[in-house]
């Protein structure tokens, strides 16, 4: 069984802070992994994707990959209330099939 | 372009009826996949298809059938409802692609009673 885990939180940043977000997997053998924000009652979301080790940045959202100690993280800069979401951490197998974690809720105060 | 379509979105059964979730993407991707969330467990697959007529079971495929009879639709069928079975259900497509993620359709709400 591939396991993906991630802190359920909630994770409370007041506004204008840098959130953390951390997720180990178990499979060594997985290549890509991927960040989803779910808003709720809503379908999750893609934004962003990491294959290599090291930080890979989008705007506000940087990704980083240690595939050594088998953990993936998300920094939100300047964090705002429409970042509140719930974060999905997924893993893509060599068989193109999505693990995903339990997510960490996220709420950002004003 | 709709992108995933997923039919219907709310929908209450009573145990021991049967219903088909409808799944139609676009995008002429040769994988699809059914997922089931339930509150605070995140999303565990039940179905998955690489092709028209291949389909394989995924982490939770019991009480359920699929079938992939062209490269667009995914239906998935539940027999004989049970009060477990209460979930929300994502379709979702996607390429080979080493860096492409899943779309999902927005979700099936159904609840058993």
């Known amino acids: 069984q591939k396991e993906v885990e991630q802190n359920s939180g909630p994770l409370s940043v007041p506004e204008g802070a840098i959130a953390s977000l951390n997720c180990t997997y178990s499979d060594r053998g997985s290549q890509s992994f991927f960040w989803y924000r779910q808003y709720s009652g809503k379908s999750p979301e893609l934004i962003m994707f990491i294959y290599s080790n090291g930080d890979k940045e989008d705007g506000r959202f940087t990704a980083q990959l240690n595939k050594a100690s088998q953990y993936v993280s998300l920094l939100i800069r300047d964090s705002q209330p429409s970042d509140s979401a719930t974060y999905l951490c997924?893993?893509?197998?060599?068989?193109?099939?999505?693990?995903f974690g339990s997510g960490t809720k996220l709420n950002v105060k004003p | 372009n709709a992108g995933v379509t997923q039919t219907p979105k709310f929908r209450i059964l009573k145990i021991g009826q049967s219903m088909t979730l409808q799944c139609t993407q676009d995008?002429?991707?040769?994988?699809m996949y059914w997922y089931r969330q339930d509150p605070g467990m995140g999303l565990k697959l039940i179905y998955y298809?690489?092709?028209?007529?291949?389909?394989d079971k995924g982490e939770v495929p019991n009480g359920y059938n699929v079938s992939r009879s062209t490269t667009e639709d995914f239906p998935l069928r539940l027999e004989l409802a049970a009060p477990s079975q209460t979930s929300v259900y994502f379709c979702?497509?996607?390429?080979?692609?080493?860096?492409?993620?899943?779309?999902f359709g927005s979700g099936t709400r159904l609840t058993v009673v």
């Open positions: 298809s690489v092709g028209a007529g291949i389909t």
């Open positions: 995008m002429n991707h040769n994988y």
């Open positions: 979702a497509s996607s390429s080979i692609a080493l860096g492409d993620g899943y779309t």
């Open positions: 997924a893993v893509k197998d060599n068989f193109n099939k999505f693990y």
